[in-house]
């Protein structure tokens, strides 16, 4: 007779079952295979009317450009879509299957999804695989509550927040937002160029986090300044008091202002960071409405000398030796009768 | 009467070689409130009696047709408890079906695996088979489909089809009225004129609920101003 079917809840977690044979492997050699990260830049930034997320378009594997057009904004609900750093399987996993979830709860609540659900269904799964799961995700939306903009962490604590980026170019992307977020777009431009320049000389990352600080005036030596105050504002409750004070200037910022921003901090990621290249996607979510702009940005064109192809003169190529075989042909006439039909 | 000794069991087939839960399980069908369907030539229509226990109850909170995905939706004639069992399963497994194929779930496979679910229920200890027959309508790249599933774990398509305390009716009328280039909107009216056929009572928008999908893959069910408007048209 047939056991009754009974539906278990699955036991989640990570299962410990291969560890030790994982290490045996190790011991005796055997390197463990390695995987594609995305060496990513990813944003997000909350405006007036909704959130605008941001992603290069460059997937690694080591040092190689394993895809140079891939898709790091990925779609959980109609209006919630979420970008994803660290690595490709596991960003584009845990993505679907939060959304097949955000699905079936849609059918039995008969209501849009919150950002927060998605939050919640993706930190949990995160924490019970204890960081083997390296997904590091920027989730936005729009939903009854209002637009909202998270970070996830692999090992799944979130933050939340009015911009954000992730990614191995988040510092580059962070300091364009810190810098031209401050005071609106409009009114200090001139100011904002100079301090990019700057921080564009600069050139690496580790500076680029010293200057992440509020800038009051321009000028180097505010800068200076700064890094002695580096230690309070690296530390957590300062970042997001510095943070709320922005809030206000977010709901002014214009869509196109915003969208912007969003391109340009992709872009500082793009041409600073090894890790992310190629193009920029912009989705655009407000309430109702989600526009997602598929290589909005494309900076780095290929370039073709000539579309006709390549004429090479004689001299391009040095000549160092010269050797004609010349191919003789035997031919033997024979006399015979005319062919006969 | 040698079938009654073998009616407690379900998996006992009795001498007659009829499982005497099923029947009793479609006994329950036939009790159950009156659902039909109808296929066009570029839509499915499926309907239902609402008749509530009393006037107090709070109609607007109840909606026996509900979605499986967004281009298949389904009615049920019977007990509601095992409908929201079935419609949650076939929810979950539509979903799993588009986690592996990375397709949306064809009509066809999903009825078969909700009558599969169906099935394990006649075939399996300690439980009973469910006191439902579902009607799914569907859209997709296959046209317009209409699928009704017993709690044996049979499954038929039809053209159109009724089932539940009318049956018998419903479908002669049915039978007499069903032409092959139906449009959607005539498939309406039919479906009206079938529910008011064998209604105790008086029909309005708040007594029956009526759910269909056109060319554009979207099932809806209706809302009771756009089904007054339809009863309006009938009358």
Same mark, same amino acid.
């Given at each position: 007779?047939?056991? %009754?079917?009974?539906?278990?809840?699955?036991?989640?977690?990570?299962?410990?079952?291969?560890?030790?044979?994982? !290490?045996?492997?190790? *011991?005796?050699?055997?390197?463990?295979?390695? @995987?594609?990260?995305?060496?990513?830049?990813?944003?997000?930034? $909350?405006?007036?009317?909704?959130?605008?997320?941001?992603?290069?378009?460059?997937?690694?594997?080591?040092?190689?450009?394993?895809? *140079?057009?891939?898709?790091?904004?990925?779609?959980?609900?109609?209006?919630?879509?979420?970008?994803? +750093?660290?690595?490709?399987?596991?960003?584009? +996993?845990?993505?679907?299957?939060?959304?097949?979830?955000?699905?079936?709860?849609?059918?039995?609540?008969?209501?849009?999804?919150?950002?927060?659900?998605?939050? =919640?269904?993706?930190?949990?799964? #995160?924490?019970?695989?204890?960081?083997?799961?390296?997904?590091?995700?920027?989730?936005?939306?729009?939903?009854?509550?209002?637009?909202?903009?998270?970070?996830?962490?692999?090992?799944?604590?979130?933050?939340?927040?009015?911009?954000?980026?992730?990614?191995?170019?988040?510092?580059?992307?962070?300091?364009?937002? !810190?810098?031209?977020?401050?005071?609106?777009?409009?009114?200090?431009?001139?100011?904002?160029?100079?301090?990019?320049?700057?921080?564009?000389?600069?050139?690496?990352?580790?500076? %680029?986090?010293?200057?992440?600080?509020?800038? %009051? /005036?321009?000028?180097?030596?505010?800068?200076?300044?700064?890094?002695?105050?580096?230690?309070?504002?690296?530390?957590?409750?300062?970042?997001?008091?510095?943070?709320?004070? @922005?809030?206000?200037? &977010?709901? /002014?910022?214009?869509?196109?202002?915003?969208?912007?921003?969003?391109?340009?901090?992709?872009?500082?990621?793009?041409?600073?960071?090894?890790?992310?290249?190629?193009?920029?996607?912009?989705?655009?979510?407000?309430?109702?409405? =989600?526009?997602? #702009?598929?290589?909005?940005?494309?900076?780095?064109?290929? =370039?073709? $000398?000539?579309?006709?192809?390549?004429?090479?003169?004689?001299?391009?190529?040095?000549?160092?030796?010269?050797? &004609?075989?010349?191919?003789?042909?035997?031919?033997?006439?024979?006399?015979?009768?005319?062919?006969?039909? | 009467?040698?079938?009654?000794?073998?009616?407690?069991?379900?998996?006992?087939?009795?001498?007659?070689?009829?499982?005497?839960?099923?029947?009793?399980?479609?006994?329950?069908?036939?009790?159950?409130?009156?659902?039909?369907? $109808?296929? +066009?030539?570029?839509?499915?229509?499926?309907?239902? !009696? *609402?008749?509530?226990?009393?006037?107090?109850?709070?109609?607007?909170?109840?909606?026996?047709?509900? #979605?499986?995905?967004?281009? $298949?939706?389904?009615?049920?004639?019977?007990?509601?408890?095992?409908?929201?069992?079935?419609?949650?399963?076939?929810?979950?497994?539509?979903?799993?079906?588009?986690?592996?194929?990375?397709?949306?779930?064809?009509?066809?496979?999903?009825?078969?695996?909700?009558?599969?679910?169906?099935?394990?229920?006649?075939?399996?200890?300690?439980?009973?088979?469910?006191?439902?027959?579902?009607?799914?309508?569907?859209?997709?790249?296959?046209?317009?489909?209409?699928?009704?599933?017993?709690?044996?774990?049979?499954? @038929?398509?039809?053209?159109?089809? %009724?089932?539940?305390?009318?049956?018998?009716?419903?479908?002669? @009328?049915?039978?007499?009225?069903? =032409?092959?280039?139906?449009?959607?909107?005539?498939?309406?009216?039919?479906?009206?004129?079938?529910?008011? /056929?064998?209604?105790?009572?008086?029909?309005?928008? *708040?007594?029956?609920? &009526?759910?269909?999908?056109?060319?554009?893959?979207?099932?809806?069910?209706?809302?009771?101003?756009?089904?007054?408007?339809?009863?309006?048209?009938?009358?």
């Amino acid at each position: 007779m047939a056991k %009754a079917r009974v539906d278990l809840p699955p036991k989640g977690g990570f299962s410990f079952d291969l560890c030790r044979r994982n !290490e045996m492997l190790t *011991k005796k050699g055997i390197q463990l295979p390695g @995987f594609r990260k995305t060496g990513t830049t990813i944003v997000g930034l $909350i405006f007036e009317d909704g959130v605008i997320l941001g992603a290069d378009t460059r997937a690694t594997e080591g040092p190689i450009v394993a895809d *140079k057009n891939c898709e790091k904004i990925h779609y959980m609900a109609p209006n919630i879509y979420c970008c994803g +750093a660290g690595t490709a399987a596991d960003t584009e +996993a845990v993505t679907d299957m939060v959304s097949s979830q955000l699905q079936l709860h849609r059918y039995a609540t008969r209501r849009e999804s919150r950002v927060i659900t998605a939050l =919640t269904l993706l930190k949990s799964h #995160l924490f019970s695989y204890q960081g083997h799961v390296s997904a590091a995700l920027v989730l936005g939306g729009v939903d009854v509550t209002g637009p909202h903009l998270h970070t996830v962490y692999p090992h799944g604590s979130t933050d939340t927040l009015p911009f954000a980026t992730m990614g191995s170019g988040s510092l580059a992307a962070m300091a364009v937002f !810190e810098s031209k977020y401050k005071e609106g777009l409009t009114n200090c431009r001139d100011k904002c160029r100079r301090l990019e320049a700057e921080l564009q000389l600069a050139g690496n990352c580790t500076s %680029a986090a010293v200057r992440r600080s509020p800038v %009051a /005036e321009e000028g180097s030596r505010e800068m200076v300044v700064s890094r002695r105050k580096r230690r309070e504002i690296a530390s957590c409750s300062s970042r997001l008091h510095l943070l709320r004070e @922005f809030g206000e200037w &977010i709901r /002014e910022l214009a869509r196109e202002d915003g969208i912007q921003l969003v391109g340009e901090a992709i872009c500082s990621g793009i041409f600073n960071d090894l890790g992310s290249g190629s193009n920029v996607d912009v989705c655009v979510i407000t309430k109702g409405k =989600t526009d997602y #702009l598929r290589n909005h940005q494309l900076p780095n064109p290929r =370039t073709y $000398i000539s579309s006709r192809g390549y004429s090479f003169d004689r001299g391009y190529t040095e000549v160092l030796s010269t050797k &004609i075989t010349p191919l003789k042909l035997k031919a033997e006439v024979v006399e015979n009768d005319a062919m006969e039909e | 009467m040698s079938d009654s000794q073998y009616s407690f069991s379900l998996t006992t087939f009795s001498p007659s070689g009829k499982l005497v839960q099923i029947e009793h399980a479609l006994m329950a069908v036939g009790s159950g409130q009156t659902s039909l369907g $109808i296929k +066009a030539a570029n839509g499915v229509v499926i309907a239902t !009696e *609402k008749k509530l226990p009393s006037i107090l109850v709070d109609e607007a909170s109840i909606q026996k047709i509900q #979605l499986m995905t967004p281009n $298949i939706g389904v009615v049920y004639s019977g007990m509601g408890p095992d409908s929201r069992v079935l419609v949650r399963k076939s929810r979950k497994q539509a979903q799993q079906y588009y986690r592996l194929y990375k397709e949306t779930i064809p009509v066809t496979q999903l009825v078969r695996e909700t009558a599969t679910v169906m099935q394990e229920f006649t075939q399996s200890g300690g439980v009973r088979p469910f006191g439902v027959s579902l009607l799914i309508a569907g859209f997709d790249d296959s046209g317009p489909q209409l699928y009704q599933v017993d709690p044996s774990g049979s499954y @038929f398509s039809w053209k159109a089809s %009724a089932m539940g305390k009318n049956v018998s009716n419903a479908k002669t @009328f049915l039978e007499k009225r069903y =032409t092959e280039d139906m449009e959607l909107d005539d498939a309406v009216h039919t479906a009206l004129l079938t529910l008011k /056929e064998g209604f105790e009572g008086q029909i309005s928008s *708040k007594n029956i609920e &009526i759910g269909l999908i056109g060319t554009n893959r979207k099932f809806r069910v209706l809302s009771p101003a756009e089904i007054a408007d339809y009863l309006a048209e009938v009358e």
